[in-house]
């Protein structure tokens, strides 16, 4: 018995050391958002100026936990985002392509100026049922999951970044496992709440050859400096497409849209 009470004693203090390091659902990340990615995990709508395509994305990344100990702090998140191709037609919507993102962050403070990300993800790409029966597309196997590690520096109204993706399993080019990913943003500070900004993405996947995909993306920002503000932005985006029913299509498409980051 006398045992059985240590060891409960022990596990105890070591449950109340341990929780004093541990903040469940943090209000601050400390790994900022890529903002002309197009796969950056958001919730947003936008409009295609060269189509009848919209584009509606439903996703968000929630921080599950942080732990900080002697200055170091490790924060865990969760993201996901379906997003959405939609055509709009006189009296009618149809839904193109659906694309699933899983995403699971691991964040590491090296410095306040210099975190790094972990990532372990999937991502599977569809054609929607209106794609298959009203528009006869075809669909093919598409689907990645990834390892990734990726750095960020920023500066005081900016950041630069730079990332690897490592595709332990992808279809169709299942020997084409590589993608690296560079970028960065400025912004503009108008007032407190109001900043307007600028961000460019570049990304060279093997799946196409390390054929550059770059975005561009301008816009104004409210709530700046918060997690969550309100976005309005044009992109533009050049190169071999995104989303995975379409990876081996080469488009060029200006769009506007509103992101409501979270």
């Given at each position: ?124 790409a569809h054609y929607s049922d209106d794609g298959i029966t009203e528009l006869f ?94 976005r309005a932005a044009y992109t533009l985006r050049n190169g071999y497409d995104e989303r995975g029913q379409l990876y081996n ?14």
């Open positions: 018995m006398k045992i059985y009470l240590i060891c409960c004693i022990i596990i105890f203090d070591a449950v109340i050391a341990f929780s004093q390091h541990l903040e469940i659902l943090p209000d601050t990340i400390i790994y900022d958002r890529y903002y002309a990615d197009q796969q950056s995990h958001q919730f947003s709508l936008s409009k295609d100026f060269g189509s009848r395509q919209w584009y509606g994305n439903i996703g968000a990344v929630i921080p599950l936990f942080n732990f900080e100990y002697e200055n170091h702090l490790l924060q865990v998140s969760a993201a996901s985002t379906v997003f959405n191709t939609i055509i709009k037609t006189p009296g009618h919507i149809q839904v193109f392509t659906v694309d699933y993102i899983v995403d699971f962050f691991f964040d590491y403070n090296i410095s306040p100026q210099l975190p790094v990300r972990f990532v372990f993800g999937h991502h599977s597309q075809y669909p093919i196997s598409y689907v990645r999951d990834y390892t990734g590690l990726h750095l960020q520096y920023k500066f005081s109204s900016a950041k630069i970044y730079a990332g690897y993706y490592f595709n332990f399993h992808i279809e169709p080019e299942a020997d084409k496992k590589n993608t690296f990913q560079f970028g960065a943003d400025k912004g503009f500070q108008i007032n407190p709440l109001i900043e307007l900004y600028a961000a460019v993405d570049f990304k060279f996947k093997q799946e196409v050859k390390f054929t550059p995909t770059q975005s561009l993306q301008a816009g104004i920002k409210i709530f700046s400096g918060k997690r969550r503000a309100l299509k080469k488009d060029c498409r200006h769009s506007a849209g509103i992101y409501l980051d979270f």
